[in-house]
């Protein structure tokens, strides 16, 4: 690996890295404000947290096809156009968001009532869940903005955002949750609308310095040409698809674990919550390797772009090894942060060593799959992902939680073979290399 590629890798993944740290640092703040109001209002926001996930994932999947496209374009020179796909992707945003949000937010209290029988855990997650799917155009188009920094190497513009989003959040949620400074007293619907508050707040942000920094890329000077809004939705749609079925996937997990207990419910997501602060930066380092891949093949370079996913791995390794071993070595003192009963804890401690120590080989099938997506293979990821998931994992935890009652440590179990079996895949297509051939 030469100096200059690892300054590359370091240069994008960094401050992804830094954003989404932030981002789950946030989760966990999240969860500490919100478990203060007890384990319904945990088990809530917990529960409603995918359902809104569910509800944003497809126009999170264009985030993908916006930087795939925009990344071909800097690596073939196409400076004065760079900013057309996000143009498609922020039209999309509104087109899309604006009905995904009224439509969620008229099911929200169905949604509960289906997935969850408890009407305790109802009363507290509609609410905060209505707030939060308010802010859906918002999330489409702070992604949108993603893939064009990332694509163009300029991923400080979304950590400093991100970062300053978060704190807004905290700031907001905390205030609104408890009734500070006059506001009124909301408690985890407060929780909600300040999240969205501060999400918009990051749109307007990333408007303004768009305005300023990316006008001669192209920025909302022209509706996208159909050509590109056409291939727009060729990536797009599929990378929306594979995300749509990825979250309502965990939605029917924490749905399977709320009939094994409530008790249950809370430890998983905890579980997920620490699982992500520690493993999504690996999605930063996909990043890194997604422009890189997709520059290189602008230049008209397979070689390089093949190189860059596995030098991507080389450098993420380390923190995958590091942020791995105290979840292996010192689970219950992790757990019990966010969990005071100690039964509750003893039901996560092996489930928590499981992600520990699978976390290398994740990561890795994590950044690959990124770097397949930023060279167009969003078609076989969504296959893929679509097919371990939907077709494996999730009957396997059917029969292993609610039909024989074997716990959350079973569930676990088959989580870890599920994601280990993925990213045995997704390495051996990238080590075929038939994704070089792929026009976009």
């Given at each position: 690996?030469?100096?200059?590629?690892?300054?590359?890798?370091?240069?994008?993944?960094?401050?992804?890295?830094?954003?989404?740290?932030?981002?789950?640092?946030?989760?966990?703040?999240?969860?500490?404000m919100?478990?203060?109001?007890?384990?319904?209002?945990?088990?809530?926001?917990?529960?409603?947290?995918?359902?809104?996930?569910?509800?944003?994932?497809?126009?999170?999947?264009?985030?993908?096809?916006?930087?795939?496209?925009?990344?071909?374009?800097?690596?073939?020179?196409?400076?004065?156009?760079l900013?057309?796909?996000?143009?498609?992707?922020?039209?999309?945003?509104?087109?899309?968001?604006?009905?995904?949000?009224l439509?969620?937010?008229?099911l929200?209290?169905?949604?509960?009532?289906?997935?969850?029988p408890?009407?305790?855990?109802?009363?507290?997650?509609?609410?905060?869940?209505?707030?939060?799917l308010a802010?859906?155009?918002?999330?489409?188009?702070?992604?949108?903005?993603?893939?064009?920094?990332?694509?163009?190497?300029?991923?400080?513009?979304?950590m400093?955002?991100?970062?300053?989003?978060?704190?807004?959040?905290?700031?907001?949620?905390?205030?609104?949750?408890?009734?500070?400074?006059?506001?009124?007293?909301?408690?985890?619907?407060?929780?909600?609308?300040?999240?969205?508050?501060?999400?918009?707040?990051?749109?307007?942000?990333?408007?303004?310095?768009?305005?300023?920094?990316?006008?001669?890329?192209?920025?909302?000077?022209?509706?996208?040409?159909?050509?590109?809004?056409v291939?727009?939705?060729?990536?797009?749609?599929?990378?929306?698809?594979?995300?749509?079925?990825?979250?309502?996937?965990?939605?029917?997990?924490?749905?399977?674990?709320?009939?094994?207990?409530?008790?249950?419910?809370?430890?998983?997501?905890?579980?997920?919550?620490?699982?992500?602060?520690?493993?999504?930066?690996?999605?930063?380092?996909?990043?890194?390797?997604?422009?890189?891949?997709?520059?290189?093949?602008?230049?008209?370079?397979?070689?390089?772009?093949?190189?860059a996913?596995?030098?991507t791995?080389?450098?993420?390794?380390?923190?995958?090894?590091?942020?791995?071993?105290?979840?292996?070595?010192?689970?219950?003192r992790?757990?019990?942060?966010?969990?005071?009963?100690?039964?509750?804890?003893?039901?996560?401690?092996?489930?928590?060593?499981?992600?520990?120590?699978?976390?290398?080989?994740?990561?890795?099938?994590?950044?690959?799959?990124?770097?397949?997506?930023?060279?167009?293979?969003?078609?076989?990821?969504?296959?893929v992902?679509?097919?371990?998931?939907?077709?494996?994992?999730?009957?396997?935890?059917?029969?292993?939680?609610?039909?024989?009652?074997?716990?959350?440590?079973?569930?676990?179990?088959?989580?870890?073979?599920?994601?280990?079996?993925?990213?045995g895949?997704?390495?051996?297509?990238?080590?075929r290399?038939?994704?070089?051939?792929?026009?976009?």
């Amino acid at each position: 690996m030469t100096p200059e590629r690892r300054r590359d890798i370091l240069r994008i993944s960094l401050p992804i890295l830094g954003g989404m740290t932030s981002q789950n640092l946030l989760n966990l703040v999240d969860a500490w404000m919100v478990g203060g109001l007890g384990a319904n209002a945990l088990a809530a926001t917990g529960l409603a947290n995918f359902l809104n996930f569910m509800a944003v994932a497809g126009l999170a999947g264009f985030a993908s096809a916006v930087q795939a496209l925009t990344a071909r374009r800097a690596g073939a020179g196409q400076v004065a156009t760079l900013a057309e796909p996000l143009n498609g992707g922020l039209l999309l945003s509104l087109l899309m968001g604006i009905p995904l949000a009224l439509l969620g937010m008229m099911l929200a209290p169905w949604l509960f009532a289906v997935l969850n029988p408890d009407p305790a855990v109802a009363a507290e997650g509609v609410p905060y869940l209505q707030w939060r799917l308010a802010a859906v155009m918002a999330v489409g188009m702070n992604f949108a903005f993603r893939g064009y920094w990332s694509a163009i190497k300029q991923t400080r513009v979304y950590m400093f955002t991100l970062v300053g989003m978060h704190l807004l959040n905290v700031v907001f949620s905390y205030c609104l949750i408890h009734g500070l400074f006059g506001l009124p007293r909301m408690g985890t619907a407060g929780a909600g609308l300040g999240t969205s508050l501060a999400l918009y707040c990051g749109t307007a942000y990333y408007l303004f310095h768009a305005w300023r920094h990316a006008r001669p890329h192209g920025f909302l000077a022209a509706r996208p040409p159909r050509i590109g809004f056409v291939s727009l939705l060729r990536l797009g749609v599929p990378s929306a698809i594979q995300q749509l079925l990825f979250s309502g996937g965990f939605t029917a997990l924490f749905w399977m674990i709320g009939l094994v207990g409530t008790t249950e419910l809370a430890v998983a997501n905890v579980l997920i919550t620490i699982t992500l602060t520690l493993v999504l930066p690996s999605v930063g380092f996909g990043i890194a390797a997604a422009t890189l891949s997709g520059q290189a093949l602008g230049r008209g370079d397979p070689d390089d772009a093949y190189r860059a996913g596995w030098d991507t791995f080389r450098i993420a390794v380390w923190p995958f090894i590091l942020v791995g071993l105290p979840m292996v070595l010192v689970p219950a003192r992790l757990l019990g942060v966010f969990l005071d009963d100690p039964a509750a804890i003893a039901i996560g401690v092996l489930p928590l060593q499981l992600i520990g120590a699978t976390m290398a080989f994740d990561g890795l099938g994590i950044i690959l799959m990124q770097a397949l997506l930023g060279v167009g293979a969003s078609r076989l990821v969504m296959a893929v992902s679509t097919v371990f998931q939907w077709g494996l994992f999730l009957p396997l935890v059917w029969l292993l939680g609610p039909v024989c009652g074997l716990g959350l440590t079973a569930i676990w179990i088959a989580m870890g073979a599920y994601r280990l079996l993925q990213a045995g895949v997704f390495i051996w297509v990238w080590q075929r290399r038939r994704w070089t051939a792929i026009q976009l």
